[in-house]
T-cell receptor
Framework: DAGVTQSPTHLIKTRGQQVTLRCSPI?????VSWYQQVLGQGPQFIFQ???????GRGNFPDRFSARQFPNYSSELNVNALLLGDSALYLC????????????FGSGTRLTVV | GENVEQHPSTLSVQEGDSAVIKCTYS??????FPWYKQELGKGPQLIID?????GEKKDQRIAVTLNKTAKHFSLHITETQPEDSAVYFC?????????????FGTGTRLLVSP
């Protein structure tokens, strides 16, 4: 059974550009959460989606947006990239986003230059 | 508040020794506490978790203890092996407006020397 898959694995963008990151959850999981992990720190919560609806949002600017599709896959979009957006972006899937049972993907390493 | 503190930030042990990592949390309503292991270039992998109605849980060489009164929980690894070397994160499930999320500690880099 496939785990959580994220694409791309690595990405280099220039300041001011826009980026879209993708996540496919484990089959049967209906919730996706996005986390940002800056080098040397723990993951920080960005968004949680369940059944295509946004359930919650962390303390991130409006440049960050996301959506979930009918097949429960998800996209994270970041506009007007800043150098400080350089990080590992992690996607976690769970059955219902109930705060436990999270499985993380390997992440997308975003470098903004 | 939603804060999880983790200590130490780095931990070096000899193979065969025990390692202990400690975390404290601020939200008394938290009821689920997972521990993740993250190896270089990979996402966090769940290694053990504990719920608030349990004081201790063990899985082979790994154990977690929880003190709800003091709001702290600890990871214990016995008979450490070089392959245990990684960054370990504690987390607490925090109830936000209409949903629950995981809040992570800052991580502990464990180095096990042969």
């Amino acid at each position: 059974d496939a785990g959580v898959t994220q694409s791309p694995t690595h990405l280099i963008k220039t300041r001011g550009q826009q980026v879209t990151l993708r996540c496919s959850p484990i089959s049967g999981h209906k919730s996706v959460s996005w986390y940002q992990q800056v080098l040397g720190q723990g993951p920080q919560f960005i968004f949680q989606y369940y059944e295509k609806e946004e359930r919650g949002r962390g303390n991130f600017p409006d440049r960050f947006s996301a959506r979930q599709f009918p097949n429960y896959s998800s996209e994270l979009n970041v506009n007007a990239l800043l150098l400080g957006d350089s990080a590992l972006y992690l996607c976690a899937s769970s059955e219902r986003g109930q705060g436990y049972g999270y499985t993380f993907g390997s992440g997308t390493r975003l470098t903004v230059v | 508040g939603e804060n999880v503190e983790q200590h130490p930030s780095t931990l070096s042990v000899q193979e065969g020794d025990s390692a202990v990592i400690k975390c404290t949390y601020s939200d008394s309503a938290s009821n689920y506490f997972p521990w993740y292991k993250q190896e270089l270039g990979k996402g966090p992998q769940l290694i053990i978790d504990i719920r608030s109605n349990v004081g201790e849980k063990k899985d082979q060489r790994i154990a977690v203890t929880l003190n709800k009164t003091a709001k702290h929980f600890s990871l214990h690894i016995t008979e450490t092996q070089p392959e245990d070397s990684a960054v370990y994160f504690c987390a607490a499930s925090i109830k936000d407006t209409g949903f629950q999320k995981l809040v992570f500690g800052t991580g502990t880099r464990l180095l096990v020397s042969p």
